[in-house]
Every structure is written in structure tokens, then in C-alpha cells.
């Protein structure tokens, strides 16, 4: 996942250990990443419960029971290394979980994972 996303343009930032820091822009989404560490900010005004569709939502990219962004075949999401069943853009964002999605079958599997929110 790349930094910057849910902040607008011009971005600016720094360096850190874990690559390129997005501190700045003209605006901030109550959900965005900093970095490309993986990690989704959760800042609203007041307690707002978010989903991962709303997260894909504001990084432009699909999410479905078949689709992770451009990846395309069965889903399989996992909060906490237990699977969840249902549409991935149902889950909702909590604490320091940890979300994976797994595009595909044990052949040919695509993954795409998300590190701690």
C-alpha cells in the first residue's frame, strides 16, 4: 500500500526507516496512509466507524469478493490470521488489527497484505 494515499497533492514529507513520510498536504481524508508501511490513520473529528470498502473507496482502487485492486479471482480476508467471511468491504477497521487479503487459489495465489491499522 503507498504512502499518500487519502492526503491531496502537493505532498511533502521526509525520510524516515521505513522509506519516504508524507507530513503535508492540501488536504487530509479522516482515513489515509503516511507511509507505505501498510498502516491506516483513523483521524475524524468524532468516533466514526470505517470499513475497508471506505478505504479502497478513498485510494481508488476495487474491492470485492473477487477483485483486490487490480488482482482478480476468489478473496480470502483475514483480520488477525482468522479467516472472515462474507465481502472484504465489510470489515471493519479496528486497532492495530491486522488485515490480509489473498487473491486466488494455492496455485497462482496473489497477496496482497495490509499491515497494522
Known sequence: MPYGIGIGPPL????SAVG?????GSCFAWMHTHAGDGIIHMEAPKQITFN????????GQKLSSTQVG???????????DKVVKGNP?????????????DVGTLVGE???GFAQL
Open 89 to 101: 468491504r465489510s470489515i471493519v477497521l479496528k486497532e492495530h488489527e491486522l488485515i490480509q487479503l
Open 110 to 112: 496473489q497477496k496482497v
Open 12 to 15: 511533502r514529507g521526509q525520510n
Open 52 to 59: 475497508l470498502g471506505e478505504f479502497f473507496d478513498i485510494w
Open 20 to 24: 519516504p513520510f508524507v507530513t503535508s
Open 70 to 80: 487490480p488482482a482478480h479471482g476468489k478473496v480470502t480476508a483475514l483480520v488477525d
